[in-house]
C-alpha cells in the first residue's frame, strides 16, 4: 500500500497554532500594560536575565537594585559576571530608596532595576531622573506588579524592559512557570526576542548566543482565558484590603502596621503584608489555627550566603534587615470571605 497524501517537510499551518497563543499574549499584556512590545518567556527570572543581557551587562558592570526582594533579581544580576549593589529601602513602601540610588552610582554602574514589590511601584520618577542624568538603563522587576500604576502609568511602561511572571503564585498565574518583558524601543525587543532564541536570525544564523527562553504555547492559551478575568480579581484583592483595614481598625490594634497606600498608585495587592513586632507570636496563632502565611523574605539578598564576598554585615543595610525581621504575609486571594478575614484578624489580635 502506498501512501499518496503530499508529505510537506515541515508543516507550518499545524506549528501556526500555538505560536499565535504566544503572539496573541504578547500583543494583550503589552496593551494591558500600555507597552509597546511584548515578549514571552520562560519565567520571571529569565525575563530579567534576559533584558540584563539585552542591554549587553557585562562581568565587572554594576546595577544598582533593592535587597527586599525575591532572589531572582540579584541572582539574575549575578549570573552575568556583574555585581548587584544593593541600596536600602524606604520603610513605608517596602520599594528601593530613589535618595539611596544616586549615592551608590560609580563609574561601573550601567543599570538601576527597582522592584515594585507586593504590587505597589517604586518611585519611578526620581528613579527614571537619576537614570537618565547618569546614562543608565531602568529594568522594571515587575514580576509582583501586572497592572499596577504610578501617576496612570502601568507597571513596565515606564523603565527600558518590564520583567513579569506567570509564576502561579502571581496574580496572574499560568499552569507552571512562564513569564513576558514589555519594552518601549524596538531595538531592545529585537534584541531580547533574539536572545530568546538562541541569537538565532534567521534560524540557524546565530548572531548572539542567547537560549532558549520560549513562552510555552500552553501556557500562553492558559494565560490568554484568565487575564480576561485579572480585573475582576484585582478588585477582589483591593475590597480584601479594604475589609483587613475596616477589621484592624475595629479593633484598635495600633501596634500592627498595615501596608502603606501611597498617593497616586494602583496597588495591585499581589501581598497583603503587616508589619509586627511581635512576628513569632501572630504566626504561632495563625498556625493553630490553620491559616497560612508567610514571610516574603526572611533573609535580605545582601545577607545571603552566595553574596558574602560582596562585602555586605548585618547592619548595612537597617530598614531592608529590620523589614526581613518583621514583616508577614496574610492571606489576600480575590476568593477570600468577610468571615475568613475576620477570623484571620482574631488569630493576629490573639497574639497581643
Ligand atoms: C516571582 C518573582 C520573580 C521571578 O519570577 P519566576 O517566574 O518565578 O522566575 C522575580 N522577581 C520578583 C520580585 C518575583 O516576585
Same mark, same amino acid.
Given at each position: 500500500?502506498?501512501?499518496?497524501?503530499?508529505?510537506?517537510?515541515?508543516?507550518?499551518?499545524?506549528?501556526?497554532?500555538?505560536?499565535?497563543?504566544?503572539?496573541?499574549?504578547?500583543?494583550?499584556?503589552? /496593551?494591558?500594560? /500600555?507597552? !509597546?512590545?511584548?515578549?514571552?518567556?520562560?519565567?520571571?527570572?529569565?525575563?530579567?536575565?534576559?533584558?540584563?543581557?539585552?542591554?549587553?551587562?557585562?562581568?565587572?558592570?554594576?546595577?544598582?537594585?533593592?535587597?527586599?526582594?525575591?532572589?531572582?533579581?540579584?541572582?539574575?544580576?549575578?549570573?552575568?559576571?556583574?555585581?548587584?549593589?544593593?541600596?536600602?529601602?524606604?520603610?513605608?513602601?517596602?520599594?528601593?530608596?530613589?535618595?539611596?540610588?544616586?549615592?551608590?552610582?560609580?563609574?561601573?554602574?550601567?543599570?538601576?532595576?527597582?522592584?515594585?514589590?507586593?504590587?505597589?511601584?517604586?518611585?519611578?520618577?526620581?528613579?527614571?531622573?537619576?537614570?537618565?542624568?547618569?546614562?543608565?538603563?531602568?529594568?522594571?522587576?515587575?514580576?509582583?506588579?501586572?497592572?499596577?500604576?504610578?501617576?496612570?502609568?502601568? !507597571?513596565?511602561?515606564?523603565?527600558?524592559?518590564?520583567?513579569?511572571?506567570?509564576?502561579?503564585?502571581?496574580?496572574?498565574?499560568?499552569?507552571?512557570?512562564?513569564?513576558?518583558?514589555?519594552?518601549?524601543?524596538?531595538?531592545?525587543?529585537?534584541?531580547? $526576542?533574539?536572545? $530568546?532564541?538562541?541569537?538565532?536570525?534567521?534560524?540557524?544564523?546565530?548572531?548572539?548566543?542567547?537560549?532558549?527562553?520560549?513562552?510555552?504555547?500552553?501556557?500562553?492559551?492558559?494565560?490568554?482565558?484568565?487575564?480576561?478575568?485579572?480585573?475582576?480579581?484585582?478588585?477582589?484583592?483591593?475590597?480584601?484590603?479594604?475589609?483587613?483595614?475596616?477589621?484592624?481598625?475595629?479593633?484598635?490594634?495600633?501596634?500592627?502596621?498595615?501596608?502603606?497606600?501611597?498617593?497616586?498608585?494602583?496597588?495591585?495587592?499581589?501581598?497583603?503584608?503587616?508589619?509586627?513586632?511581635?512576628?513569632?507570636?501572630?504566626?504561632?496563632?495563625?498556625?493553630?489555627?490553620?491559616?497560612?502565611?508567610?514571610?516574603?523574605?526572611?533573609?535580605?539578598?545582601?545577607?545571603?550566603?552566595?553574596?558574602?564576598?560582596?562585602?555586605? $554585615?548585618?547592619?548595612?543595610?537597617?530598614?531592608?534587615?529590620?523589614? /526581613?525581621?518583621?514583616?508577614?504575609?496574610?492571606?489576600?486571594?480575590?476568593?477570600?470571605?468577610?468571615?475568613?478575614?475576620? /477570623?484571620?484578624?482574631?488569630?493576629?489580635?490573639? !497574639?497581643?
Amino acid at each position: 500500500m502506498s501512501y499518496t497524501q503530499p508529505i510537506p517537510l515541515l508543516d507550518l499551518k499545524a506549528q501556526y497554532a500555538p505560536i499565535r497563543e504566544v503572539e496573541g499574549l504578547e500583543r494583550e499584556i503589552a /496593551a494591558y500594560s /500600555a507597552a !509597546a512590545y511584548g515578549i514571552g518567556v520562560t519565567s520571571g527570572t529569565d525575563a530579567l536575565l534576559i533584558a540584563l543581557m539585552a542591554v549587553d551587562i557585562q562581568p565587572g558592570d554594576e546595577v544598582i537594585t533593592t535587597p527586599y526582594t525575591f532572589f531572582a533579581t540579584g541572582g539574575s544580576i549575578h549570573r552575568l559576571g556583574a555585581a548587584p549593589v544593593f541600596v536600602d529601602i524606604d520603610p513605608v513602601s517596602y520599594n528601593i530608596d530613589p535618595a539611596a540610588i544616586e549615592a551608590a552610582i560609580t563609574p561601573r554602574t550601567r543599570a538601576i532595576m527597582p522592584v515594585h514589590l507586593y504590587g505597589q511601584m517604586a518611585d519611578m520618577d526620581p528613579i527614571m531622573d537619576i537614570a537618565a542624568r547618569h546614562n543608565l538603563y531602568v529594568i522594571e522587576d515587575a514580576a509582583q506588579a501586572i497592572g499596577a500604576e504610578y501617576k496612570g502609568r502601568r !507597571a513596565g511602561s515606564i523603565g527600558h524592559f518590564g520583567c513579569f511572571s506567570f509564576f502561579p503564585s502571581k496574580n496572574l498565574g499560568g499552569f507552571g512557570d512562564g513569564g513576558m518583558m514589555t519594552a518601549q524601543d524596538e531595538k531592545l525587543a529585537h534584541a531580547a $526576542r533574539l536572545l $530568546r532564541n538562541h541569537g538565532a536570525e534567521p534560524k540557524y544564523y546565530h548572531k548572539v548566543v542567547g537560549g532558549n527562553f520560549r513562552l510555552d504555547a500552553l501556557q500562553a492559551a492558559v494565560l490568554r482565558v484568565k487575564l480576561a478575568y485579572l480585573d475582576g480579581w484585582t478588585a477582589g484583592r483591593q475590597r480584601n484590603a479594604a475589609r483587613y483595614r475596616a477589621l484592624f481598625a475595629a479593633r484598635g490594634l495600633a501596634e500592627i502596621t498595615l501596608p502603606t497606600e501611597l498617593p497616586e498608585r494602583r496597588h495591585i495587592y499581589n501581598q497583603f503584608v503587616i508589619r509586627t513586632a511581635r512576628r513569632a507570636a501572630v504566626m504561632a496563632e495563625l498556625k493553630a489555627r490553620n491559616i497560612g502565611h508567610e514571610i516574603y523574605y526572611p533573609v535580605p539578598l545582601h545577607l545571603q550566603e552566595c553574596f558574602a564576598g560582596l562585602g555586605y $554585615r548585618a547592619g548595612s543595610l537597617p530598614e531592608s534587615e529590620r523589614a /526581613a525581621n518583621e514583616t508577614l504575609a496574610l492571606p489576600i486571594y480575590p476568593e477570600l470571605t468577610e468571615e475568613m478575614q475576620a /477570623a484571620i484578624v482574631d488569630a493576629v489580635a490573639a !497574639a497581643y
